[in-house]
């Protein structure tokens, strides 16, 4: 029988057991605190991690072995798509490529191998749900948030990486989510800054951005994004009715897995309807478990109390019935228990071992994607200039990953403090990601290029949005593992 909610004025409000089984709720730092012990214990179905509560593997480990002390079938989540969206190398850069470098090499078991490489370091540190694989087709090279987290911009290769990538996940005995349905490939607008619009015909979009959601029955999850999708219905996917009956019709009916928001906690919903009303709508659209966001942005405690209170409230008012959010957390906790189950099933190896697997498994597709053409490096001191000016949101921190590899093979590397007085000697080396569409990137690139005709351009982007300079590497993503590779590239001078 569901708990009662206890009167808002009480000083210890009690948690909803039916309301907590739909939430899926972030924690700031790396030990658990008692207000989310105390959740655990009333029913709260999952915990996501992010980069602050991952410093190192170890530390994500004992943070997650906490959690299942305290409540064995809660599902500890991560979003870790390997590349340049890392949680548990947030510090350090991720030993795995971009999913477009692994759509560059076009190998899929070489794809499954690098899902089983993410699946046995998150197994290693007792995660249960990794959000991934990304299903998005690439198709607008201005993309500022998928971009190279895609398998490509076509939807067939989209959907074969994407399949293997998750094969390999649950090979290592984890859950999977493909994201972010019904596609985010096709807009420049970031929803975790704004609501995008995607504003395609239903022909196009059902051809070119659906199609590779039709291997979600595969998977456990599913994932809904913030976007605007005229020709599909009215509201962002993530909170109206339209999109769930899309997906089963595009599964055939046979998905039974769970739908999972994207975070509410981002701009594209929470300015508008509001945190607490997109929850309530999100629950009413038919989601099972709702993704809160990161508590980087609003204090984590709060951030699940107010989740929680609205849907209490929602009950309260009878716009969402009491046995209907009943049903949806008991469902929710089922499937959840039942990826424990799994697992917990599967022999997981030690964390050293699957950084190792990883590191090797990452330099070898690494070196298989980038692409070089008329540059080359040798042993002089190199001077790097970060040009790119849009924040990739989805990546969290950026660290400077090129300059660590130059200094990893005995190049003397800075960033200058003063980029418009870089002189005329050394080496001069330039990364960018949307020099096309971003007006502040082009200017910074054009008036470098003008100083300096000679600089190497480092495109960490898509190839269609890389500019047309004759020195240019095709890194395919800014994490460690593509810097290493394009550093190595250009150290033997190969084309």
């Known amino acids: 029988m569901t708990p009662s909610p206890t009167p808002s004025s009480s000083p210890s409000p009690a948690w909803d057991a039916d309301a907590l089984g739909v939430l899926m709720a972030p924690v700031t730092g790396t030990e658990l605190p008692q207000w989310l012990g105390e959740a655990l214990d009333a029913g709260l179905a999952s915990v996501i991690l992010f980069g602050q509560n991952t410093p190192d593997p170890h530390t994500a480990a004992r943070l997650a072995r906490a959690i299942h002390a305290r409540a064995e079938d809660c599902a500890v989540a991560i ?7 890392t949680r548990l190398q947030s510090d350090t850069g ?7 470098a692994l759509g560059e090499a076009d190998d899929p078991e070489l794809t499954r191998d690098a899902g089983r490489a993410l699946g046995d370091l998150l197994a290693a540190c007792d995660l249960d749900l990794d959000l991934a694989p990304v299903l998005d087709v690439s198709t607008d090279p201005a993309n500022p948030v ?6 490509g911009d076509d939807p067939d290769r989209v959907a074969a990486h994407a399949r293997a990538f998750a094969g390999g996940l649950i090979d290592a005995g984890l859950g999977t989510c493909a994201k972010h349905f019904p596609g985010h490939g096709a807009t420049a607008t970031d929803s975790h800054t704004a609501l995008p619009l995607i504003d395609l015909d239903r022909r196009e979009i059902e051809e070119e951005h659906l199609a590779p959601f039709r291997i979600v029955p595969w998977l456990d999850a599913v994932m809904t994004a913030h976007v605007l999708v005229p020709a599909l219905g009215e509201g962002p996917a993530s909170i109206s009715s339209w999109s769930r009956p899309l997906l089963e019709r595009t599964m055939g009916g046979t998905f039974h897995g769970l739908v999972i928001t994207d975070a509410l906690d981002m701009a594209a919903v929470a300015e508008d309807p509001g945190f607490g009303e997109a ?10 478990l709702l993704c809160l966001g990161s508590s980087a942005r609003r204090e984590d405690r709060q951030m699940l109390r107010e989740a929680h209170d609205a849907l209490v409230g929602a009950v309260r008012a009878g716009r969402i019935p009491r046995e209907v959010l009943h049903r949806r957390a008991e469902g929710t906790r089922s499937q959840l228990r039942t990826l424990r189950t799994r697992r917990r099933a599967v022999p997981s190896v ?47 921190a950026r660290s400077q990953q090129l300059v660590w590899a130059l ?6 590397a800075d960033v200058p403090y003063y980029p418009d007085q870089v002189g005329s000697g050394g080496q001069v080396l330039a990364i960018t990601r949307l020099p096309r569409s971003d007006e502040e990137e ?22 269609d949005a890389a500019p047309e300079h004759r020195r240019r590497v095709l890194a395919h993503g800014a994490g460690r593992t ?3 590779a394009a550093v190595d590239r250009l150290l033997r001078g190969e084309d």
């Open 94 to 100: 991720s030993d795995l490529p971009t999913a477009w």
């Open 482 to 484: 593509m810097m290493r």
């Open 146 to 151: 998928i971009g190279t987290r895609a398998f």
């Open 279 to 288: 929850v309530v709508r999100a629950v009413e659209s038919g989601a099972d």
């Open 442 to 463: 082009a200017r910074r690139l054009a008036e470098l290029l003008a100083r300096r005709p000679d600089a190497i351009v480092i495109h960490t982007g898509v190839p």
């Open 407 to 412: 200094r990893e093979r005995g190049i003397s």
């Open 79 to 85: 979003d870790e798509e390997g590349g340049d969206v």
């Open 350 to 396: 030690s964390i050293e071992t699957a950084l190792t697997r990883a590191q090797r498994l990452g330099a070898e597709a690494a070196a298989r994607a980038v692409r070089v053409r008329d540059a080359r490096l040798d042993l002089r001191p190199a001077m790097v200039l970060d040009l790119r000016h849009r924040a990739q949101h989805a990546s969290g």
